[in-house]
């Protein structure tokens, strides 16, 4: 077996407030403030959680599900580009209505309580033309991204727009914004000039123009000032930190981020292969380090991210899918470094609209229409495996931030040296706060299979004590999973001297307090908890040993079970333990201010006490656990029964939806679709499975979809199309994969022509997957 050591005596940073013009008050008197390490509501430590939503790619109708989809998740903030070229295409000309209505969308976020941070740009690059800058900019007379007059003139226009659009919806109002973030990777990255590049291959300056530091930071100033002066007042302003850009916390709170996937880097013709990125190393960020090498002082400045890889579009040159994996190792990667403020890009997907005078108003390298990003919520409204493992994190940040936001990360000697080759190597890390804290492993890299680690322990070297996790059985963690293990914890007033299960969430029901906890994929459960304050202990199925003034716990590692603790002074305690299955269909929710627990594996939307239930079947399954939440399931149907478990069937008529096809030519075909069919439906999602490069849905002429085929299938919202054109047929066309291409052009006369060996092109299977929606 193999033991790990880690010197936890070291001296910690002291935590004081900071930012003091980064602060706010809203009608009720709550407060937003910060300090060096977290930012507080009401003087309490608050972990803000971030899931990006671009609500102009997304239709307005359905946004309202969307924002409590995303509120389920446990994000509790949303924040959402303003793309300039979406309001103002034609200079003059501001569309605020349908899904351009940021007015409507910030009042949606409010209804339910989640609060939002405005990206105003003006550039904001996002994958979008000219990275959000109209056109007819290019044809002013001047510099932009830079503190040029005229072009300072037509931002602080467009600002005054936003401003009226939201006016009476900041924090200091009683509306959910509390943040506003000024211009996008300032001084960092620029984007194509979609109008020239391609022939000129010219573009949008990054904002340098060989000019000051001073100047720089003089221009976020401006920038500020011309959103305070159009009504955008809030406690916080943000701007994106890293690459050099310029965020100063004189002005605002930078913000960071890291992606381990990176489609822009085959603009470079000579790049062939993806490398293994470094993302997936721990690291200390009150320090310099990669990707984090700050222009301040960074042990006064809060670390907050507002850029995590929650996903990444394809690009032309780089397709890919994305390991669902990566995105919870990415969380715990930068929370276990000492962040407080998690931020991913995106958390759900969307589709560029098309221009009114400009078709297509997305990125030359990128799909036309889709910017499905491959999120933790796709461009459709699916769920993917990441928003379930997410969820259960959140959850965590949620219950336990007031014990969590204190503690600051140590690193065990050489952890920020290991290769990211190297996955032998175990990586771990440690957040304490005096003698209690969390242990991170992750045996997550990406580009690289990371094996299981088996038969390890480790061992905490602390002021008062020396602690080594477990003491029974070992330690081992199956390959691609991360995970979060709990030390010297208060439960209750009782010490957990170690889990080897990780958190999920606490709520108290009857005087007796509930915790949940879930096995890390090939993880042995063991708790262990000092004896002195318990007076019995029973488990529903494991062992329970007790040595000196320690009991030591072994739930059963193939289902749930449940922990019941009586301590000394009559307080019962529960502790549930689910595998990690049970976890990823864990959901918490409040119902008439009372809270519920269930397991599903299809999402669970709460809105005002109502319970829905999405699916892409007409039968769903939810269990409750021991009795917890059985008055949610009294109209429903029992199908078995356990201890713990109590099981119930739902059940709609079956629908589907019939097509027939016709054949236009290679990789072409019509589709006649029922749409009537569709009408007690929620969704219907068209897939397509097929070989090719890209994938064209047309209806009446007009692009509705577009895929770079990565190898998944292509999944098109067929509501959104039968909504706008209800007797439309669906024309595919797949563009082919060519071999050995040449384009020839050495006729002595004006003509160029393609010569290629095989064109690989075929439709190999369409079918429509129906998604209900039960009401509970």
């Given amino acids: 077996m193999k033991n790990y050591q880690i010197n936890l005596k070291k001296e910690l940073n002291s935590i004081y407030p900071t930012l003091e013009h980064l602060q706010g008050v809203n009608p009720n008197g709550e407060h937003i403030s910060f300090t060096n390490h977290y930012m507080m509501k009401d003087e309490k430590p608050f972990f803000g959680i971030c899931g990006e939503f671009h609500f102009s790619r997304y239709d307005f109708h359905k946004w309202e599900d969307e924002i409590v989809k995303m509120k389920m998740a446990g994000i509790n903030i949303i924040p959402t580009y303003i793309i300039w070229n979406h309001h103002e295409e034609i200079k003059g000309q501001f569309r605020w209505d349908g899904s351009f209505n940021i007015r409507y969308f910030v009042e949606l976020c409010k209804k339910h309580q989640v609060e939002v941070i405005l990206r105003i740009g003006p550039f904001v690059h996002g994958e979008a033309r000219n990275g959000g800058l109209p056109d007819w900019l290019y044809g002013e007379p001047c510099n932009v991204r830079s503190n040029d007059e005229r072009y300072l003139f037509y931002v602080k226009r467009y600002y005054q727009e936003i401003g009226n659009q939201v006016r009476g919806l900041f924090y200091k109002d009683g509306g959910p914004i509390i943040g506003v973030q000024l211009d996008n990777e300032y001084c960092h990255a620029g984007?194509?000039?979609?109008?020239?590049?391609?022939?000129?291959?010219?573009?949008?300056?990054?904002?340098?123009?060989?000019?000051?530091?001073?100047?720089?930071?003089?221009?976020?100033?401006?920038?500020?000032?011309?959103?305070?002066?159009?009504?955008?007042?809030?406690?916080?302003?943000?701007?994106?930190?890293?690459?050099?850009?310029?965020?100063?916390?004189?002005?605002?709170?930078?913000?960071?981020?890291?992606?381990?996937?990176?489609?822009?880097?085959?603009?470079?013709?000579?790049?062939?292969?993806?490398?293994?990125?470094?993302?997936?190393?721990?690291?200390?960020?009150?320090?310099?380090?990669?990707?984090?090498?700050?222009?301040?002082?960074?042990?006064?400045?809060?670390?907050?991210?507002?850029?995590?890889?929650?996903?990444?579009?394809v690009f032309y040159k780089y397709r890919f899918q994305l390991p669902y994996h990566s995105v919870e190792a990415m969380a715990n990667i930068k929370v276990a470094g000492g962040c407080n403020f998690v931020g991913y890009y995106v958390f759900h997907g969307g589709s560029n609209p098309l221009g009114l005078k400009t078709p297509y108003l997305n990125e030359n390298a990128t799909p036309k229409i889709s910017y499905d990003y491959q999120a933790a919520i796709g461009e459709f409204g699916q769920v993917r495996e990441s928003y379930a493992r997410l969820k259960r994190l959140h959850y965590f940040f949620n219950s336990f931030q007031k014990e969590f936001c204190p503690t600051q990360t140590i690193l065990p000697e050489g952890a920020e040296d290991i290769l990211p080759t190297d996955v032998e190597q175990l990586r771990y890390a440690v957040r304490i706060d005096k003698n209690k804290g969390f242990i991170f492993i992750n045996n997550y890299q990406d580009h690289l299979v990371s094996p299981d680690k088996n038969d390890f322990n480790l061992t905490l070297s602390l002021s008062d004590e020396t602690l080594t996790i477990p003491k029974k059985n070992n330690l081992s963690l199956a390959s691609e999973e991360s995970c979060i293990l709990p030390f010297n914890l208060t439960l209750a007033g009782l010490t957990l001297k170690y889990a080897t299960t990780q958190l999920i969430t606490k709520f108290a029901k009857d005087d007796v307090e509930n915790y949940f906890f879930f096995m890390p994929q090939g993880m042995k459960p063991e708790y262990c908890f000092v004896n002195d304050s318990i007076s019995n202990i029973e488990i529903s199925q494991g062992t329970i040993i007790k040595e000196n003034n320690k009991l030591f716990i072994e739930p059963i590692s193939t289902d749930l079970s449940k922990l019941v603790i009586t301590t000394v002074s009559g307080k019962i305690i529960n502790i549930y333990t689910l595998t990690n299955?049970?976890?990823?269909?864990?959901?918490?929710?409040?119902?008439?201010?009372?809270?519920?627990?269930?397991?599903?594996?299809?999402?669970?939307?709460?809105?005002?006490?109502?319970?829905?239930?999405?699916?892409?079947?007409?039968?769903?399954?939810?269990?409750?656990?021991?009795?917890?939440?059985?008055?949610?399931?009294?109209?429903?149907?029992?199908?078995?029964?356990?201890?713990?478990?109590?099981?119930?069937?739902?059940?709609?008529?079956?629908?589907?939806?019939?097509?027939?096809?016709?054949?236009?030519?290679?990789?072409?075909?019509?589709?006649?679709?029922?749409?009537?069919?569709m009408r007690d439906l929620k969704e219907a999602i068209l897939k397509i499975d097929y070989q090719g490069d890209i994938g064209y849905a047309f209806v009446n002429n007009e692009l509705v979809a577009d895929n770079f085929n990565n190898g998944a299938s292509w999944e098109i919202g067929l509501d959104n199309i039968y909504r706008k054109i209800p007797n439309g047929d669906i024309y595919i066309s797949i563009s082919p994969l060519k071999e050995n291409q040449v384009i020839k052009s050495d006729s002595p006369m004006a003509a160029r022509s393609e010569e290629t060996s095989n064109e690989i092109v075929s439709i190999d299977k369409i079918s429509i997957e129906a998604i209900y929606e039960f009401i509970l």
Wanted: aromatic share 12%.
């Fill in 581 to 677: 299955y049970q976890s990823l269909n864990f959901w918490k929710f409040e119902v008439a201010g009372d809270t519920k627990v269930l397991l599903s594996e299809n999402p669970i939307l709460v809105d005002n006490d109502n319970i829905r239930v999405e699916a892409n079947t007409n039968a769903i399954i939810i269990q409750t656990i021991d009795g917890l939440t059985d008055d949610l399931m009294r109209n429903i149907c029992k199908i078995d029964e356990t201890d713990l478990l109590k099981t119930y069937k739902f059940t709609k008529s079956a629908k589907s939806i019939p097509f027939t096809t016709e054949k236009i030519g290679k990789g072409k075909v019509l589709l006649h679709i029922d749409y009537a069919n």
């Fill in 191 to 313: 984007a194509p000039w979609e109008m020239t590049t391609g022939t000129s291959n010219e573009w949008i300056n990054n904002g340098s123009y060989d000019t000051s530091v001073e100047e720089h930071h003089h221009h976020i100033e401006i920038l500020k000032e011309f959103a305070i002066e159009a009504g955008m007042i809030a406690p916080i302003y943000t701007g994106t930190g890293w690459g050099g850009a310029q965020a100063s916390p004189d002005t605002v709170l930078p913000l960071w981020g890291g992606y381990a996937f990176w489609p822009w880097i085959f603009y470079d013709e000579s790049i062939k292969e993806h490398p293994v990125t470094p993302e997936f190393i721990y690291r200390n960020y009150r320090k310099p380090t990669y990707n984090f090498e700050p222009t301040y002082d960074p042990t006064t400045v809060p670390f907050a991210c507002c850029e995590m890889g929650g996903g990444m579009t």
